[in-house]
């Protein structure tokens, strides 16, 4: 198996503090800079699955930073520098505590809490009689609070403001950029012969005020994506969609009897099924950036990792 970055204790001059999230591990320094590792773990139910997935946390930087600079005329977004295949370098700013999930089509989450018979997902209602898969009216925002442990939490848009957790008028300029940014990830789908079906987005402030774009964009662990052909032959017929996503890991770990609930175990995950979900993750990457996947040397990555990062803080 190929080596993979599940952990990292970096220590980089002027350090003054490192964060593990699920995925990423965030590193702060001097000057309101934050040094962001993406790490090949791999989350699913809001639990970090034992082994990590070859390649996943270069494709994930990687799909990340080429969305950041694709829509940037949107919103401005935190990122200043790539200087590894892992690594991200950008200003350091004040999370919204809340992810801004947007949903074109009735899948994922959304497909489960109604067929459970709930019409009302975050105070945003959906119709009567739809399927699976079928397509909203138009995209809902259905946002969830930003969990520092444990399951992110569904919550209205009157719940945010009412509780002071964001206040109206940004709530208001996320919800815009929202909509924007799902309709350029739309159009960069659809260019490529894929539908986004749904994504969250993540904002945050900088030490002047300004609400940026950060975390990742676009991605298959923040996204899901459908192809495009065969798309409505499929819905008629009642057939599962052809998907690029971390859906097929969800699913996978339902049929072993595993959805992160209190007292389950993670299955074992066995070398062939990773290398099959790291070809799926190549397999998004080439298809959403229209570009060939080109892996990078994992022989020593973490140490490749610090020689890269430190070669760039030396030259600021």
């Not at 990830?185 to 005020?209: C, M, N, W």
Request: aromatic share 10%; proline share 4%.
């Amino acid at each position: 198996m190929t080596n993979t970055l599940t952990h990292c204790d970096f220590h980089f001059p002027g350090q003054l503090s490192h964060y593990n999230g699920k995925v990423r591990e965030v590193y702060e320094l001097e000057n309101d800079l934050l040094v962001m590792v993406a790490s090949d773990r791999l989350s699913a139910f809001d639990v970090v699955m034992p082994r990590g997935i070859p390649y996943k946390g270069q494709i994930l930087n990687q799909i990340a930073t080429q969305m950041m600079a694709a829509t940037e005329d949107i919103v401005p977004n935190w990122l200043t520098a790539t200087p590894d295949p892992n690594v991200a370098i950008g200003q350091r700013c004040e999370p919204f505590k809340v992810e801004m999930v947007i949903r074109g089509y009735l899948s994922g989450h959304a497909a489960r809490e109604y067929k459970a018979g709930k019409r009302s997902l975050c105070g945003v209602n959906m119709p009567e009689g739809m399927i699976e898969n079928d397509a909203f009216f138009k995209p809902i925002i259905t946002p969830a609070t930003k969990a520092e442990a444990g399951h992110d939490e569904d919550i209205s848009s009157e719940a945010i403001i009412e509780q002071g957790i964001v206040s109206e008028a940004d709530y208001r300029q996320l919800e815009v950029y929202t909509q924007a940014l799902f309709q350029r990830g739309s159009e960069i789908a659809q260019s490529r012969g894929l539908i986004l079906v749904d994504t969250k987005y993540e904002f945050g402030k900088t030490i002047k005020g300004e609400i940026v774009l950060i975390d990742e964009i676009h991605t298959p662990d923040s996204s899901r994506y459908f192809y495009a052909e065969g798309y409505a032959e499929r819905q008629a017929q009642g057939a599962a969609q052809k998907q690029l996503s971390k859906e097929f890991v969800r699913q996978w770990l339902i049929s072993e009897g595993f959805q992160g609930l209190e007292g389950q175990k993670p299955p074992l995950m066995s070398d062939s099924y990773i290398t099959s979900v790291s070809e799926r993750y190549i397999e998004l990457y080439e298809n959403i950036t229209g570009e060939s996947f080109v892996k990078a040397d994992t022989t020593r990555i973490a140490q490749r990792i610090e020689e890269n990062v430190l070669g760039y803080l030396s030259g600021l």
